[in-house]
Nanobody, 122 residues
Framework: QVQLVESGGGLVQAGGSLRLSCVAS????????MGWFRQAPGKEREHVAT????????SYADSVKGRFTISRDNAKNTVYLQMNSLKPEDTAVYYCAAGRSFSPRPDTYGYWGQGTQVTVSS
């Protein structure tokens, strides 16, 4: 069982930066992956980035490549999402998730945080 808590959301201007954090209750066993997803009003939840707790592999959605960076600090059981060059279309609720598959599909993740709102103004 994994408890996830996100933080760091807020209101920023286009072109600005924001860093989201996701703290897990403990270091997960096995090869659980951690992912960031986002959901805007009226849209489906979409993959943003994924990182393996058991490795250094990362994956990003095309829409955020070059702007967002996912990282981890295993000692703190924390995953981060550094968001630079933010655009209004990045506005969404961002969710942290944990799962057993290194996958961009939301349905493959079994544990989710409560979400944190990111709003990018123009």
């Amino acid at each position: 069982q994994v408890q996830l808590v996100e933080s760091g959301g807020g209101l920023v201007q286009a072109g600005g930066s924001l860093r989201l954090s996701c703290v897990a209750s403990r270091r997960t066993f096995g090869s659980l992956a951690m992912g960031w997803f986002r959901q805007a009003p009226g849209k489906e939840r979409e993959h943003v980035a994924t990182i393996q707790w058991s490795g250094s592999s990362t994956s990003y959605a095309d829409s955020v490549k070059g702007r967002f960076t996912i990282s981890r600090d295993n000692a703190k059981n924390t995953v981060y999402l550094q968001m630079n060059s933010l655009k209004p279309e990045d506005t969404a609720v961002y969710y942290c998730a944990a799962g057993r598959s290194f996958s961009p599909r939301p349905d493959t993740y079994g544990y989710w945080g409560q979400g944190t709102q990111v709003t990018v103004s123009s």
